[in-house]
């Protein structure tokens, strides 16, 4: 157990609707990255957010947004899905400022998002 | 912008057996870390091992190794005495040390292990 947490495991949708998703960083961590696993185009990185803040952002669709909350939590919200946004997201944390930590980020279980 | 390659689609081991598993990375930077992350069936993903660029040591953790050569731009993951439970996807990842880029990871394609008993 990483000690990161999100849900919901496993969302089943249909085309056009929105969804969000929902993580909660390790216990003191400050930054969460988001990240989606696609059989199309593998692991990519998202968007991260850093104590509130966006830090980074990757291939993140305009039809995507995010946030992370002053308890550190973040969301991951998805609009107009289409079919090819079927994937599994991730969410990770760090602890900048610790000693080694900074470097190493912890992944959540994922949550499974299908779009029919 | 950095790419990882990992040009080994699927290996196999036998049981106690050893495996090297290869990882390439193109970068023009001088200082960055590497990952090795394992995603089993349950897909989560795991790290392995990890490796500072400006350490000339190779990272070991019990029975994973790697053999970092930052000239080659090569970090390969060595699992000896291969267990059923090592059975996985293994992601190598490059986290570049600079601010401006933050600490995104980028990963290679993935090479997925069979151990066979």
């Known amino acids: 157990d990483s000690g990161v947490t999100q849900t919901p495991k496993h969302l089943i949708t249909a085309t056009g609707q929105r969804v969000t998703l929902r993580c909660s960083p390790r216990s003191g961590d400050l930054s969460v990255y988001w990240y989606q696993q696609s059989l199309d185009q593998g692991l990519q990185f998202l968007i991260q957010y850093y104590n509130g803040e966006e830090r980074a952002k990757g291939n993140i669709l305009e039809r995507f947004s995010a946030q992370q909350f002053p308890d550190l939590h973040s969301e991951l919200n998805l609009s107009s899905l289409e079919l090819g946004d079927s994937a599994l997201y991730f969410c990770?944390?760090?602890?900048?400022?610790?000693?080694?930590?900074?470097?190493?980020?912890?992944f959540g279980p994922g949550t499974r998002l299908t779009v029919l | 912008a950095q790419t990882v390659t990992q040009s080994q689609p699927e290996m196999s081991v036998q049981e106690a057996e050893t495996v090297t598993l290869s990882c390439t990375y193109d970068t023009s930077e001088s200082d960055y870390y590497l990952f090795w992350y394992k995603q089993p069936p349950s897909r989560q993903m795991i790290l392995v091992i990890r490796q500072e660029a400006y350490k000339q040591q190779n990272a070991t953790e019990n029975r994973f190794s790697v053999n970092f050569q930052k000239a080659a731009k090569s970090f390969s993951l060595k699992i000896s005495d291969s267990q059923l439970g090592d059975a996985a996807m293994y992601f190598c990842?490059?986290?570049?040390?600079?601010?401006?880029?933050?600490?995104?990871?980028?990963f290679g394609e993935g090479t997925q292990l069979t151990v066979n008993p």
């Open positions: 990842a490059y986290r570049s040390s600079w601010e401006t880029s933050g600490s995104r990871l980028t």
């Open positions: 990770a944390s760090t602890s900048p400022g610790l000693a080694g930590g900074e470097d190493t980020q912890y």
